[in-house]
């Protein structure tokens, strides 16, 4: 190590000494003395490494005075107080993103997990017996009522639900999957893997593009515990394809004595024809082919908390919910509350579409997007920014969330041009608010979707251009 080097590190702020110094700026009531002490450790310890690994021309950088460390101490610490998981302003268009949590929640589901929340609730409790009762009977009535389900469970989440239902069903057997539909859902769910996971075994069958029910046929054997059909939610095949519907699987497995499982990934309530979107197939409509059990997420195209929801027959449902692995992926009171307020707009489903934002966003028409973009940009003129232009695009949203991936809904853009800053710049300063703006970039534009931009969104994007626009 050079001289120069050495002399900076001998010459480093002492532990101690910035110690002293933020114990009389009280430091104590932000945190306790053992995190004050790791903190500054990690502060000097970092200096330290930097000494040791920057190019010679950047070592004067570097201040070593007391103040500074004390400064940065400080900072981490009163960082401990920002949260991480923030709302933002989704303007990507992607109404189900997976990264910016999926589904907005109604406000009804908000009400209930602050109501069940605060207090004590009747969450194992059968109040009507005076004992104890199973935590997702608070939903299974209402899910059974609006799918035509024998029995409902829930659990964690979809990858939970297809886990278990394998498991119970097929642990030590096999399961037949077709090989067009041995998919990756994004985040490290991928069918074969969770089948391993399960200790089933993955039987493969038909090719990527045709699967025939005669190859289902000649897989079944002796070791035979499921036959499985995934919904291939985030991607199509198209041209020269074959797939055994589910009703002919259903009547093979039948005549086999083999359960039937349908993965459908999102799990629509609705019938989405009734909006101009492609049809895609309801929860109730799968289950009448008289498949035994069917999974689905909570937070997909149903527009709730995330869940994984099990419908099916009693007798199946029966033996899952006494699977030991239920418990290790049991859902949590809060999103049975959420849950169950979110379902109940199901039973007037042409409110849902317009309480429930997520199905609001799917199934809301152009014009009335186009209304809010104008509404957009007639309050952003208003503001006067002197080198921002704005304009008005048409363009098309997505789904999102492995849901409908080939569905195009038109939607209206608002383009932001700034004379005085690379969109690429704008897009990271508009990431790094207080309240995050996230948007699409196209060439040298800022594009905010309208589809996932509700009005009272507008606050936060305006007072966020000002902010990007002052510093
Ligand atoms: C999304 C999806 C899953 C995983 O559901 P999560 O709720 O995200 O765990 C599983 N299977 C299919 C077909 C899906 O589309």
Request: proline share 3%; glycine share 6%.
């Amino acid at each position: 190590m050079d001289e120069q080097r050495k002399e900076m590190l001998k010459k480093l702020p002492k532990i101690d000494e910035i110690i002293l110094l933020l114990e009389k700026q009280d430091i104590y009531s932000l945190a306790p003395r053992d995190i004050v002490i790791a903190t500054c450790r990690t502060v000097v310890q970092n200096l330290r490494e930097k000494i040791i690994e920057a190019k010679e021309k950047d070592l004067p950088k570097f201040s070593l005075d007391l103040a500074s460390a004390v400064g940065e101490v400080e900072r981490l610490i009163k960082g401990l107080y920002r949260y991480s998981l923030r709302r933002v302003v989704n303007a990507t268009g992607v109404i189900l993103h997976t990264n910016l949590g999926r589904a907005p929640l109604c406000p009804e589901a908000l009400q209930r997990i602050v109501e069940v929340g605060k207090s004590y609730s009747n969450l194992e409790f059968d109040l009507a017996k005076g004992e104890r009762g199973q935590r997702y009977d608070h939903v299974s009535h209402l899910i059974c009522t609006l799918t035509g389900a024998e029995d409902a469970l829930i659990v964690n989440n979809n990858a939970a639900a297809v886990l278990l239902v394998l498991n119970t069903l097929a642990e030590g057997k096999e399961a037949i999957v077709s090989r067009g539909e041995l998919i990756e859902i994004g985040g490290e769910f991928r069918i074969p893997e969770i089948m391993h996971k399960s200790a089933s075994r993955l039987c493969e069958v038909g090719t990527t593009n045709r699967t025939r029910l005669s190859d289902y046929e000649k897989a079944i054997n002796a070791d035979t515990g499921l036959i499985l059909k995934v919904h291939t939610s985030n991607f199509r095949i198209v041209g020269f394809t074959e797939e055994a519907d589910i009703e002919s699987l259903v009547a093979l497995g039948k005549s086999r004595g083999i359960p039937v499982m349908d993965d459908l990934g999102s799990g629509c309530l609705i019938d989405l024809d009734l909006y101009g979107l492609q049809h895609e197939p309801t929860v109730r409509e799968v289950l009448s082919t008289g498949v035994d059990v069917v999974t689905f997420s909570g937070d997909k195209l149903l527009g709730g908390p995330q869940a994984g929801i099990i419908v099916g027959k009693k007798d199946v449902l029966e033996k899952i919910k006494k699977n030991p692995l239920n418990r290790a992926l049991r859902i949590d009171k809060f999103t049975l509350a959420a849950l169950e307020a979110t379902l109940m707009h199901y039973l007037n489903p042409a409110a849902a579409v317009k309480k429930l934002r997520s199905l609001k966003a799917l199934t809301e028409p152009v014009a009335a997007v186009k209304k809010r973009a104008l509404k957009l940009i007639a309050k952003l003129q208003k503001e006067n920014f002197d080198s921002l232009k704005f304009s008005l695009h048409e363009d098309f949203a997505a789904a999102g969330g492995g849901s409908l991936p080939t569905q195009k809904i038109p939607t209206i853009l608002v383009g932001i041009k700034n004379k005085k800053m690379a969109a690429s710049r704008m897009e990271e300063k508009l990431r790094k608010l207080e309240v995050p703006v996230i948007v699409r970039v196209d060439k040298d534009e800022i594009l905010l979707d309208l589809r996932t931009i509700a009005e009272d969104d507008f606050l936060f994007i305006i007072e966020g251009l000002k902010q990007v626009m002052s510093n």
